[in-house]
Each structure stands twice: as structure tokens, then as C-alpha cells.
């Protein structure tokens, strides 16, 4: 009996203390946005972990709290002891990111007394998001009109915004040709609008509305304007910039006095009416064709910097390195471009009204960071040493990491990213900036309709791309073990396996990126296995013609070409050299244990898990194209610079392997993904093309390109060169 009734206390005493242990009382600051922005975050997820949030009876005390000294900027601290959590944050962004990390941990199951202490840090000051606004769009395509409903809502913005702060992504900078007339009517040229005042009101509390969520979020940001444009309105009241009112960019920039005061006093209007914008961004090239580089910078001295002085604020400046060393839009880059601009942004770094430092940015890989961790170019060719020796006191320089090869397939791989992040860890290196420039991640036009999704917009489908690369930027040592708990949480023990299969498929693309030489944006497409025909002027299919013969972007791949010449002549290439045998084992190798990986997977019931798990198979088929791919280019090439029937033999067999892994490619991607609009398809150098705008991309619309690889190697000849 005596033991029943002890057994019984201890056992009411344990529901006691478990019940009492529920009681939460979260402290923080609460005449601050950001405090009640965590504290509200933090309230969900433990309500939703069972939970009470309690401010008279708590068990558990959790303080929010700020302190630059303790932790540093961004950084943050979590104290845990008995019944107390005190979360210290470098600053308001610090707060809300240790908020985040302890959300995060209870979301993945911990209870709140098994907590442990621990500091995070974070690595880069600048984690930016590059985000084109769809209306008044660099590049002119269905595929970035059709986001402009999408974007003009706040709940889409509000969205994106939380998957920012969630990722440690620290500021958004909003890229337009002439953003001006869409967020004021500029007082001393009022005919420069083309709205009503009933419908600029509606625009001003859209923007009003991005930069209040933004600030609340602790999200630093910045309008970037492409020069020189002005609005149509503008242009036919005065009779300037009269031969683009269709805002093509590789046009004659418009320098007279007129449109100079116009553009410096819209700068100083927009920063006064939206004291919540963090800074602005210069980009030296479009609308700016017959001038020098120096004419260039002084346009910008004369207008925007002078603009943002006028304005009386402190505002801090992202100084995009000119792309051309000539008059032309598009030429080459030069160490005399780079001595100049150097000198500009070390003198813009003296001017007191702009917060240090500057960040002068330059395209990683010119358009396809995602390509090769090895930096060969920026955009107009090779960077020399100017903006790094000696080390810059007042600016640091930005990556810029475009990503122009995949908008439908989801991607991640980790290890790549911690790549690129080793290999630009100098001293001078102060952030990345992520984004493109042919695809808006808003409105998900990709998805067929029909299907139960559980997500609305676009960027939410590569929550991993987002992920990766915004918690890797804060803390390149976060383990994988984070993002795998991601996948655990969406998808329970079924998506055990996925972080590991998507690291496997995801490299498909890197590693086309790495052997097919590219420059701009419109040259290389990886997920469509796509790049642009100059002949044609064309972004096609790439043939095996083509990739025989095309450049290597990492110097430490080698090319078929020089592959099957240095084989007929005897020679080797060192052990650091990636051969395409080499490249073809790994193919191979990576993309059958991605398949294996996902072959059980029961998607039955979860589409989301469907599209995951289709995405996965999608890449590995790819990458077991490309493999096939070079094995028929390899026997190809052989047989027609040495002869012998049966490597034209090899290369029909390996072509037609080839095509089937396609086919499996469509078969998996034609009953979930829609034809889709492509940039890629509705631009010639610059200019819209109204012929192709309307064009649609899918896989199986691009198979008759695929077979004719096999005519190809039916139809060799024998073409030996001395």
C-alpha cells in the first residue's frame, strides 16, 4: 500500500512538474519592432510545441535582449539556466537571429530545459538579396510581367521577407530602370508621372509597406537604379531620351543638364519621403553607351551621390564595378578602369553623409556563379589585383553570386557553397549578394494546376537555395545537420535522405558550368542544358558539336577537344586536372547514389514531397545525360581526328543512351511542370524581341534537338588535320 501511494505522488508530482514547466513568460522591449517581431515569432512556435505563454505564473523566463558590447554586431548569445533563457543579441538583427536559432531548435524538438548555451557570429556583413522589380523590368519578357500582380501585394512581400530574417539574409536591394515615378511625383517636374494620384497612392503604401516589414525585420534596404533612364512621360514632355521610351539598356546615355537635375533631385525626393531606405546603388554600364568610364562615374557624382547629400540623410552605398573599360556597353575590363574607380569609391568614402563602409561589387563568374568556386572572370573578363592591393580601408568588395541556370528545379549543395565561401574569406571580402536577373521568385508559374501544393509563391519552392546560402554566408561552420532537420520536419522520416541526394544531383549543373565556357546571363542556361548559338543568335540546345568544341570555364577542367588531341599525341595531364573520363565517373557515380537514395521515397499523399523527390531525379537523369553526352562526344571526336569505324560506333550507342536519359527527364517533369516562359528566348543583344516574347520553355520541347545528336555522329565523316 505504501509503496502504491508512493508510486501514485510520484507520479502526480511528475504531471505537476510537466504541466508546471509549460508556463512561459518571454521579456523583451516592447516599444521596439523588432523585439515584438522575435517575441511574436518565438510565442508561435511554443504555443505550437504545447506551451503557455504566461507573464504571471511562469516556470521558464525568456529574455529578449540587446547588447553590441557582449556579442558584436549581428551577432548573438544564448544563456541557458535554471527556468531562464536570456537571448542577447548584437543589436536588434542579432536578437531576432538568436530568437530564430531557439525557435528553431524547440521547432526541431528540444525542450526548452534541454537547451544549451551558444554564440553564433556572423561571417559576412553584407548578405544581400538582388530582387528586379517585374514593372519597368531591365529585360523585357512575359516571364517577368507576368510577376507584377504577385509583386504588388504586400502579403507576398511580408513572405519573402520572414524567409530572409530566417535565413539570415540581411538586406533586400530592389532593382528597376527608373524606380523614381512609381514611389513619388517628383515636385519640380510633376508631368514625369504617369499615374493618378489615386493610383501613386497605391504604389507609395506598397513601398511604404515593403520598407516598414523590412525595418521590422532588421532588414537593411536599397533602391539600385540602372542609368540613364528617365520616365516616357518625362521624355516626350521635354524631347530627351525621345529614341528609348521602350527602356531597351544598350542605348546612348541622355547626359544633358536637364536630365541630370531631374534625376538628382528624385534621388533626394525618394530618400526624403522614405527615410526607411538604408542606402542606394550605383551600376555603371546600361543606358550609358558613348561615354568613358570617367564620364560615367561623374554622371553618378552629379546625380546620385549628389542626390543622396541633398537628401540630409546618413545612407550607405553599393558601388557596382563598371563591366566595360571601352565606350561600348559591353567591353572588357582593364587595371585602368580599375585604378579609376578605385579612386572614386575611396573618395565617395570620405563624403560624411555615406555610412562606411562602401561595398563595390562585382559579378562572381560573370553571370553563373553557380558554376565553378574558382573565380576566372567578372562581368567583362579577367579582374586584376587593383581593388584588393593594398587592402581598402573604406570600402570592402561584394560578390555578387547570380544565379541564371536554374529557376524550376530546386537546388542545394551545401559543400559548394562552403567552397565558394573558403575561397573568398580575405580581409577585404564584406558580403555576397544572391539573385538574378531573367527570373523574378514570385509567382509560381512553373507548377501545373490541379495539383494540392502547400506553397504559394515561387521562392518558396527553393527554400533550400535560400536557406544554404543565407545561413552559410551568417556561419559557413553551420553543419549539415540544419538543413537536414528541415527536410526531417517537412517531411518526416521520408525525407531522411533528401539533403544528401540533392547535394549529389544539385552538382549536375556546377559541373556543366565548370567544362561550358559562358559570359553574360543569356549564354548558358545549365537546367535546360541550353546555351546561346551566336550563329543564330539563339539560346538552343547544346549540341555535341558545341560541346566538343567549346572553352572550359575552371582552368582545371580540360576541354573534349584538347582531351582527344593530347591523347592522339601521347600526352597526360596532371592529377589536379578534372579529364572528361574523370568527369563522366563522377557523373555517373554521384547521380545513380542520388537515385538510389530517393527510390523508395513514398511521395504518396505529400506533393510537396512529390516535386522534391521529382527535382532529385530530374538533376540525376541530367547529369546521366551528361554523362553519356561525353562519352558519344569523346568517341565522336575520336573518329573523326583518328579514324576507325567502331568510335563512330561508340558515339551513336552513347548518343542514343543519351537520349533516353532525356526522355526520363520528360517523363518526369511533363505531368507536374508547365511550358514556361524564358527570358532566354525573348531578348537579341539587348533588345525585346517581340517575335520571341512569347516563347515557352519545357525539356520535351527541346527533345527533336536532343536527336539530332545522333544524326550527327551517323552522319561523321572522317576530318583528320595535320
Known amino acids: 500500500m505504501y509503496k502504491t501511494a508512493c508510486f501514485l505522488f510520484s507520479f502526480l508530482l511528475t504531471c505537476f512538474s510537466f504541466a508546471f514547466s509549460q508556463q512561459v513568460n518571454i521579456q523583451y522591449d516592447k516599444s521596439s519592432p523588432q523585439a515584438n517581431y522575435a ?36 551577432g548573438f548569445e544564448l544563456g541557458a539556466a535554471a527556468k531562464r533563457i536570456a537571448v542577447v543579441g548584437g543589436g536588434e538583427r542579432g536578437m531576432i537571429y ?27 556583413s553584407l548578405r ?28 507576398y512581400w511580408k513572405a519573402f521577407l520572414d524567409m530572409m530574417v530566417e535565413n539570415r539574409l540581411n538586406a533586400l536591394t530592389l532593382w528597376n530602370l527608373h524606380p523614381y515615378t512609381f514611389m513619388i511625383k517628383p515636385v519640380n517636374f510633376p508631368e514625369a508621372s504617369g499615374f493618378t494620384d489615386a493610383q501613386l497612392k497605391e504604389w507609395q503604401s506598397l513601398f511604404h509597406g515593403i520598407f516598414r516589414m523590412a525595418k521590422e525585420r532588421a532588414i537593411e534596404t536599397y533602391i539600385i537604379p540602372f542609368n540613364i533612364f528617365v520616365s516616357p512621360e518625362f521624355s516626350k514632355a521635354h524631347n530627351v531620351n525621345i529614341d528609348n521610351l521602350q527602356h531597351d539598356f544598350f542605348v546612348k546615355g541622355d547626359t544633358s543638364e536637364l536630365v541630370k537635375r531631374y534625376t538628382r533631385e528624385c534621388v533626394s525626393q525618394m530618400l526624403q519621403e522614405y527615410p526607411e531606405i538604408t542606402g542606394m546603388g550605383l551600376t555603371l554600364g546600361e543606358g550609358m553607351a558613348g561615354m568613358t568610364p ?35 556597353s559591353l567591353g572588357v575590363t582593364s587595371i585602368e578602369t580599375e585604378k579609376l574607380t578605385r579612386k572614386r569609391i575611396e573618395a565617395q568614402g570620405q563624403l560624411s553623409f555615406l555610412q562606411p563602409p562602401i561595398f563595390a561589387d562585382l559579378k562572381y563568374n560573370w553571370s553563373h556563379a553557380h558554376s565553378t568556386p574558382t573565380l576566372v572572370k567578372v562581368h567583362g573578363g579577367k579582374l586584376y ?163 566538343i568544341h567549346q572553352p572550359v570555364t575552371d582552368p582545371d577542367y580540360v576541354s573534349i577537344a584538347d582531351f582527344v588531341k593530347a591523347l592522339g599525341a601521347g600526352t597526360s595531364f596532371g592529377k589536379e586536372k578534372v579529364t572528361p573520363p574523370m568527369l563522366i565517373q563522377m557523373l555517373e557515380e554521384d547521380c545513380a547514389r542520388a537515385l538510389a537514395l530517393v527510390k523508395n521515397v513514398n511521395t504518396s499523399g505529400n506533393p510537396a514531397l512529390l516535386f522534391e523527390v521529382a527535382d532529385v531525379k530530374t538533376w540525376a537523369n541530367m547529369g546521366l545525360h551528361f554523362a553519356n553526352k561525353l562519352k558519344g562526344a569523346l568517341a565522336l571526336h575520336t573518329y573523326r581526328t583518328r579514324g576507325q569505324e567502331e568510335h563512330k560506333q561508340k558515339a551513336i550507342k552513347h548518343l542514343e543512351d543519351a537520349l533516353a536519359n532525356w526522355d526520363e527527364i520528360v517523363r518526369i517533369t511533363s505531368p507536374i511542370y508547365n511550358e514556361m516562359p524564358l527570358v532566354h528566348y525573348s531578348e537579341q543583344n539587348g533588345v525585346r524581341s517581340e517575335e520571341n516574347k512569347h516563347l515557352t520553355f519545357h525539356w520535351k520541347k527541346i527533345r527533336p534537338d536532343v536527336a539530332k545528336d545522333i544524326e550527327t555522329a551517323k552522319n561523321a565523316t572522317i576530318q583528320i588535320r595535320q
Open 98 to 124: 538568436g530568437t530564430l536559432s531557439l525557435a528553431e531548435e524547440l521547432r526541431n524538438g528540444t525542450r526548452l530545459e534541454a537547451v544549451k548555451s551558444r554564440t553564433e557570429k556572423p561571417r559576412f
Open 128 to 155: 544581400a538579396i538582388k530582387f528586379d522589380l517585374p514593372w519597368d523590368t531591365y529585360r523585357h519578357s512575359d516571364a517577368l510581367d507576368l510577376h507584377y500582380e504577385t509583386c504588388k501585394d504586400l502579403n
Open 294 to 328: 570617367e564620364q560615367r562615374e561623374d554622371w553618378m557624382d552629379q546625380t546620385i551621390i549628389e542626390g543622396m547629400r541633398l537628401s540630409g540623410r546618413k545612407l550607405k552605398l553599393i558601388h557596382r564595378i563598371p563591366f566595360s573599360s571601352t565606350t561600348g
Open 385 to 547: 589585383d587593383t581593388y584588393f592591393k593594398p587592402e581598402p580601408k573604406n570600402y570592402k568588395i561584394n560578390w555578387t553570386a547570380r544565379n541564371e541556370d536554374f529557376f524550376c528545379l530546386r537546388w542545394g549543395v551545401p559543400d559548394f557553397i562552403r567552397a565558394h565561401i573558403a575561397k573568398n574569406n580575405q580581409s577585404y571580402v564584406g558580403g555576397y549578394m544572391i539573385g538574378s536577373e531573367t527570373y523574378i521568385p514570385a509567382k509560381d508559374y512553373f507548377t501545373k494546376e490541379g495539383i494540392a501544393i502547400n506553397w504559394k509563391y515561387a521562392f518558396e519552392r527553393q527554400w533550400l537555395f535560400y536557406k544554404l546560402w543565407g545561413r552559410l554566408l551568417y556561419n559557413p561552420a553551420t553543419p549539415d545537420a540544419v538543413f537536414q532537420a528541415e527536410f526531417t520536419h517537412r517531411y518526416g522520416k521520408e525525407g531522411l535522405n533528401l539533403l544528401q541526394a540533392s547535394s549529389l544531383a544539385g552538382k549536375t549543373p556546377l559541373r556543366l558550368g565548370s567544362l561550358f565556357d559562358f559570359t553574360m546571363d543569356l549564354t548558358f542556361y545549365a537546367e535546360g542544358f541550353m546555351a546561346l548559338d551566336d550563329k543564330v543568335k539563339r539560346v538552343e540546345y547544346i549540341s555535341v558539336d558545341r560541346l
Open 39 to 74: 517575441a511574436d515569432l518565438l510565442g508561435k512556435v511554443l504555443v505550437a510545441k504545447g506551451y503557455t505563454l504566461d507573464h504571471t505564473n511562469a516556470a521558464m523566463v525568456i529574455t529578449l535582449s540587446t547588447n553590441m558590447g557582449q556579442v558584436g554586431v549581428e
